[in-house]
């Protein structure tokens, strides 16, 4: 009944969905009819990092929803959890990123990063990267960097270039006419690529030298999933404009852009009011993601980081992982090629084992589990995964 409304009234959009259907999800676990059960490696894509159904979160939406829902539009009335995540995210986060604009999704704070970054420097010229995903509406798919993604959308924004992640020799074409430079701290939906050391130094002081401003996109990576609460303090550096989303809201729609006040303060004036959101910020969204900010910081759970990951690089060694990329809890493990890489989720989907792709590549499976996942559970989920790789490359 459930799978015929969805495939009949639900907007498709994948060419084949993966159609299980979710009854109830606690921990790294999703339940769907008949007993059936699935070990969640991919938190949902980076948002569940605390596990799903974590009860701290769950109570701390129970107790918002019992102080009002939604008062007024953003950036009016003061509202308590709002007002406390902000000034959560700028201790963490120090001089330079403590004013955050809060927003609902991924693609909507890319938007508003974009528009502050022109408004800001009076410049118009956006830099970002091949193989980028910064989401689907027009701006946010202006900077994404797979030309065939775009196939039919456009016109999109004037004025855009690309240049190639980690070559530093395309540095020169960031220049003067340069508004920003968006970037994703590690390049996600293009198969986890880390950045080379020193390279966002380099890019930083390019910016500096040319008055451009430096976006980073930490939407995949921000919330613990590198092993530190965010990327950037990995690789240490800070950009201009940082932009959260994903596991932000603690498994509701949150997203954030965060700058200086100076910078942020451009909005204000001449016109006011230079950036608008009804929903921005949700009471409940903020309300779990500080429920979730807590967690992190409370259990120490990027303290088990280290040794989580060691266990996905011992156990993930197969003749047809061609190879095994990422940092912290956020893997991709490459095979060679389409069939094989499809042919093994849907194996270990069979298994027990829920994984997805990648957007900009398509030999890839996604390793990201929730940062709460046991050890036990971790070398059981490699374990299926090994299974699902000998079933399918034996047939
Ligand atoms: N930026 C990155 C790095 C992402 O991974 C995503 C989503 O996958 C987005 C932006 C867009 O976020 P949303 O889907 O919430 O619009």
Not at 127 to 153: C, D, L, P
Not at 254 to 270: E, P, R, T
Not at 304 to 328: C, T, V, W, Y
């Amino acid at each position: 009944m459930n799978e015929e409304l969805f495939y009949r009234h639900v907007a498709q959009t994948s060419p084949e969905s993966i159609g299980i259907e979710v009854q109830y999800a606690k921990g790294i676990f999703l339940y769907g009819p008949n007993e059936k059960k699935w070990i969640d490696i991919t938190s949902g894509i980076c948002v569940s990092n605390v596990g799903h159904g974590a009860p701290e979160i769950l109570q701390a939406i129970e107790e918002q929803s019992k102080a009002y829902l939604h008062p007024m539009v953003y950036g009016e009335v003061i509202m308590e959890p709002q007002s406390r995540y902000a000034g959560m995210l700028a201790e963490e986060l120090g001089e330079g990123l403590d004013c955050v604009y809060f927003g609902n999704s991924g693609a909507e704070v890319i938007e508003g990063a974009l528009k502050l970054a022109k408004k800001y420097t009076s410049r118009s010229q956006i830099i970002s990267f091949h193989n980028a995903y910064h989401g689907s509406t027009h701006g946010a798919m202006s900077v994404t960097g797979a030309e065939k993604k775009k196939k039919g959308y456009g016109p999109l924004l004037p004025e855009v270039s690309f240049i190639h992640f980690n070559e530093e020799e395309e540095f020169k074409k960031i220049n003067e006419q340069t508004a920003c430079v968006i970037v994703e701290a590690i390049q996600g939906a293009g198969g986890i690529i880390l950045p080379k050391a020193g390279y966002f130094q380099a890019l930083k002081a390019r910016c500096e030298q040319v008055g451009a401003l430096l976006i980073l996109d930490e939407i995949q990576t921000g919330l613990g999933r590198t092993g530190k609460m965010f990327a950037h303090q990995l690789f240490d550096f800070k950009p201009d404009i940082l932009v959260l989303a994903k596991a932000l809201g603690g498994g509701l729609p949150l997203g954030a852009f965060i700058s200086s006040k100076k910078i942020m303060s451009v909005f204000q004036h001449n016109p006011v009011l230079g950036h608008l959101t009804t929903y921005g910020g949700h009471p409940l969204s903020c309300a779990a993601g500080i429920a979730l900010f807590e967690k992190i910081r409370q259990d120490k759970l990027l303290d088990r980081i280290p040794a989580l990951e060691k266990i996905i690089k011992e156990k993930l060694q197969h003749p047809a992982i061609q190879m095994l990329r990422g940092s912290g809890l956020m893997y991709a493990v490459i095979f060679k090629d389409f069939e094989e890489s499809e042919a093994i989720r849907k194996e270990a989907l069979k298994q027990g084992l829920l994984s997805i792709g990648f957007l900009n590549i398509d030999n890839g499976l996604r390793i990201c589990p929730p940062l709460t996942i046991s050890e036990e559970e971790l070398r059981e989920a490699c374990d299926i995964l090994l299974q699902a790789i000998d079933t399918v490359v034996k047939n």
